[in-house]
């Protein structure tokens, strides 16, 4: 069965460095989502693409937080520098269209010492 | 943002009885999901029910949806230890993205 593929799972670091986690989606899904869940609460949204367009980053901390989907496939999210606060779960997923059901990765857990 | 929101916040039931989660949200939508997930684990999707939807059932799994309301419910019938995790409602709504609540944390034990 076809999954979303993210790396790492853990990820320890020290503020002020750089950290980029990877999302590789099921094949032929367009739309795909970066989340960030903080522990005790739902997921929420930091960036949507449709293909290797974004379709909403209103939520993503531009000044430190970035993400690309080059060629419409796999994406990449990145955080410099990062915060203690950015200490979290960050969930990969895809979909068909923003209306279909989504299928999220395992997550990538970051800590920031 | 989040919009929906899940009641109880945590619930515990012993295997074999049912179990019932609410979900109450703010805007219109398209459609309303709910996932499951286990403790550091990704989310799993479980039903996705349409606005002009009331009710829709899979396997043990049964929801509903009041748009008059704004809320929905997962019943989930002879619960089992497995079923032990964390359940969500999302929304959708033109076009964007899953809107998640904070979520029940449901535990059964035998």
């Known amino acids: 069965e076809a999954e979303v593929a993210q790396s790492p799972r853990y990820k320890i670091t020290e503020k002020s460095q750089a950290v980029a986690f990877w999302c590789d989606p099921i094949s032929g899904h367009a739309t795909l989502y970066w989340y960030r869940q903080i522990l005790g609460q739902g997921p929420e949204l930091l960036v949507q693409f449709q293909d290797e367009s974004v379709v909403d980053d209103s939520q993503l901390p531009k000044d430190r937080f970035s993400a690309e989907r080059l060629k419409g496939v796999d994406s990449t999210l990145k955080i410099q520098p990062a915060e203690l606060g950015d200490s979290a779960m960050y969930l990969c997923a895809s979909s068909f269209g923003t209306y279909n059901e989504q299928f999220f990765g395992p997550g990538t857990r970051l800590t920031v010492l | 943002s989040q919009q929906g929101e899940e009641d109880p916040q945590a619930l515990s039931i012993q295997e074999g009885e049912n179990a019932t989660m609410n979900c109450s949200y703010k805007?219109?939508?398209?459609?309303l999901q709910w996932y499951r997930q286990n403790s550091g684990r990704g989310l799993v999707h479980l039903i996705l029910i349409r606005s002009n939807e009331r009710e829709k059932h899979s396997g043990r799994l049964r929801v509903t949806l009041d748009t008059s309301k704004k809320s929905s419910s997962l019943l989930i019938t002879a619960s089992r230890a497995a079923d032990t995790a964390s359940y969500f409602c999302?929304?959708?709504?033109?076009?964007?993205?899953?809107?998640f609540g904070k979520g029940t944390s449901l535990l059964v034990t035998p």
């Open positions: 999302a929304t959708v709504h033109s076009g964007y993205a899953l809107n």
């Open positions: 805007t219109s939508i398209n459609n």
